[in-house]
Structures are given as structure tokens and as C-alpha cells.
């Protein structure tokens, strides 16, 4: 990969620090999946705009891996890295830590990737870099 784009992959690498507070859980009281989903959309998007500077927009998610329920309670960060770079699109890898809030670790707790393509004035695919 070329200098320049592993430098803006770098600089785009996104991290969002939460809560995981009652009414983000389900009835396990873990955090519900769509809140999960809604937030890695979240920080990928922010990632993938970071990276290009363009209007982006999600056009797939590849293999969601829940790996650990998140508890009430805890802490979670999510990490969000460009991985693959095309003509118009870029792909975007999320993991999201949990940590205890009292304790000190952290372990990895589902991790998934998004896809965006950048977009002109028209909704068109424009080049992402």
C-alpha cells in the first residue's frame, strides 16, 4: 500500500469510549444488539469520512461476531481502522473492548466490518481518494 494512504489510515483510525448503561441493554441486561450495530455504523462512518474527507455512505456489513455479551455496567471502546482501500470504496474494521469499570483488562468483545462509498453531489460513486 502506498505511503500516503497508510498515512491517512493512520490519522482516520477512530476510538469512541461508552457506557453501557440501562437503556442501552436488552432483557439479559447486555448490551442489545442493534445498539451494538448502531454504534460501530457510528464510529465506522466517522472513521471512513476521516479517511476520505467525502460524503460517504454505508453500502454493506461483512460477518458481525458476537463474541461476548457487554454487561450493564461496563465500559466499551470501539476502535474503528480502514482495511482495504478502493476506487470508491473503503473498508472499515470495528472492534469494540469491554472493560469493567472497577477493574483494571479489557477483552474484545465483537468486532465486524463496514463498507462505504464516497459519493458526489448527485449520489453518484466518486473516487475516495
Known amino acids: 500500500m ?4 497508510e498515512e491517512k489510515i493512520e490519522r482516520s483510525t ?3 469510549f461508552k457506557a453501557v448503561f ?4 436488552n432483557h439479559y441486561d447486555t448490551l442489545f444488539g442493534g445498539t451494538a450495530l448502531q454504534l460501530m455504523d457510528e464510529v465506522s462512518f466517522i472513521c471512513a469520512t476521516r479517511f476520505s ?12 461476531d458476537f463474541g461476548k ?3 450493564q455496567g461496563t465500559l466499551v471502546e470501539l476502535i474503528a481502522k480502514v482495511t482495504h482501500v478502493g476506487s470508491t470504496s473503503c473498508a472499515v474494521n470495528v472492534d469494540i473492548f469491554m472493560e469493567k469499570m ?3 483488562g479489557r477483552e474484545l ?8 462509498v464516497a459519493i458526489d453531489d448527485h449520489k453518484r460513486p466518486t473516487p475516495i481518494i
Not at 22 to 25: A, G, I, Q
Not at 53 to 64: A, L
Request: net charge positive; charged share 30%; proline share 8%.
Open 2 to 5: 502506498r505511503k500516503d494512504i
Open 14 to 16: 477512530t476510538r469512541i
Open 22 to 25: 440501562p437503556n442501552t441493554t
Open 53 to 64: 474527507r467525502k460524503k460517504v455512505v454505508t453500502v454493506s456489513t461483512d460477518k458481525i
Open 69 to 71: 455479551p457487554i454487561p
Open 102 to 104: 472497577y477493574e483494571e
Open 109 to 116: 468483545a465483537v468486532s465486524g466490518t463496514f463498507t462505504y
